[in-house]
């Protein structure tokens, strides 16, 4: 978040917008962009009458260019939910084989095979606890006490909406002794879904059982000696669970009611967040079971590696080429040491004393 007041940062506006339409946001967009339009037209005015026509063509064809994009994200949003209209029925079988409704073609004979204790299984069990926590980013977000709970995870769905503009998770649960929803969800409202710049979410308020509350935990602590109250004191404290997701944080109706650090604390909570979500929509739902099986998190380091290979490269490379200067520069010292009867060398050292790929690697930017 920028310190001064001319900076102009969409994640500040946005910030400040919870309880503010779209039509508002525009309006204030406008506001800006003419603000800084006047403040830096004294760069059109410094240049030549054939340069600043010469930009104006350039600022025409921007016009033409953003004409073009705004039809592409249109037809873009069109052929999307296209193919999800059609990705249905194959997410509906695939409901069916993980818990057991239907049986996959092949299955029953083999399950007849096996003994009677795993023949009286049903499904896939633990089919999206698994997925989820082959994950890197969900992973993080599921503590040992979440499981259990995550075992019931029968089914998770996304859909767009229009009004506001973002998209819907839901997750459907069997009975279970945690809470008494059977689907929780959450939902995305976005300003502008192709940057995206993220409104605020919203989660389903979870009805859990008694003591089975697992955003919380109790703690108890005994009295201490001679006190009158001899009953342990218990205290309740929130802690980390998967099931906080669906508690997201919260924007407040007047920007003046938070200071600079808790803003920016607030909209890296909210970016993780909206990480956390996008991640179950794009990767986890269409690809469950290559995350079950762990072959999409192997595909994923396999993809990293490879970029860390070819910078390793890339590096020893420059560390041959640098040995190779320093050859260089030690035989040219030592042809002109001989007629002197010099000792002294180059006072160059190559990186990693010589041996290539012992630089350590840059950092990659994810």
């Known amino acids: 978040m920028s ?3 001319d900076n102009f940062n969409v994640s500040d506006l946005t910030s400040a917008l919870n309880a503010e339409d779209r039509a508002d946001l525009v309006n204030a967009l406008k506001n800006k962009l003419q603000d800084l339009t006047g403040k830096h037209s004294d760069v059109l005015e410094n240049l030549s009458p054939v340069v600043r ?3 104006e063509v350039l600022r025409g064809l921007q016009s033409e260019h953003d004409e073009l994009e705004a039809k592409f994200f249109e037809e873009r949003a069109a052929l999307e939910a296209k193919y999800q209209k059609l990705y249905q029925p194959l997410y509906a079988k695939r409901y069916t084989i993980v818990n057991g409704v239907d049986e996959a073609e092949g299955a029953t004979a083999e399950a007849a095979k096996e003994d009677e204790t795993t023949s009286e299984d049903k499904g896939v069990p633990s089919f999206w606890l698994t997925a989820m926590k082959n994950n890197e ?4 977000e599921i503590s040992e006490r979440d499981e259990a709970a995550l075992k019931f995870l ?3 769905k996304w859909a767009r909406i229009d009004n506001p503009k973002g998209f819907k998770l839901e997750f459907i649960f069997d009975t279970n002794p945690y809470f008494k929803n059977s689907v929780l969800t959450k939902t995305y409202h976005m300003i502008d879904e192709d940057e995206p710049i993220l409104e605020k979410a919203i989660g389903t308020e979870i009805e859990w059982h008694p003591g089975k509350c697992l955003t919380q935990k109790i703690l108890k602590k005994k009295p201490k000696k001679g006190s009158k109250n001899a009953k342990p004191i218990t205290k309740t404290e929130q802690c980390e669970s998967f099931f906080n997701f669906f508690s997201p944080p919260q924007v407040p109706e007047d920007d003046e009611d938070i ?4 803003a920016e604390e607030l909209q890296n909570l909210m970016e993780q967040d909206y990480d956390i979500g996008s991640t179950i929509r794009d990767k986890i739902i269409p690809h469950a079971v290559s995350w079950f099986t762990g072959e999409a998190a192997s595909d994923e380091f396999a993809e990293i590696d490879d970029d860390d290979d070819e910078e390793l490269d890339d590096e020893e490379e420059e560390d041959d080429e640098d040995e190779e ?5 030690e035989e040219d010292d030592e042809e002109d040491d001989q007629p002197k009867n010099r000792k002294k060398k180059s006072g160059r050292v190559p990186i990693g004393d010589g041996q290539p790929g012992e630089r350590p690697p840059e950092c990659k930017q994810q």
């Open 3 to 5: 310190n001064s007041k």
């Open 154 to 156: 029968k089914d998770i």
């Open 325 to 329: 200067e320093d050859d260089e520069d």
């Open 259 to 262: 200071d600079e650090d808790a």
């Open 137 to 140: 980013v969900i992973a993080e």
């Open 53 to 55: 026509k010469r930009v």
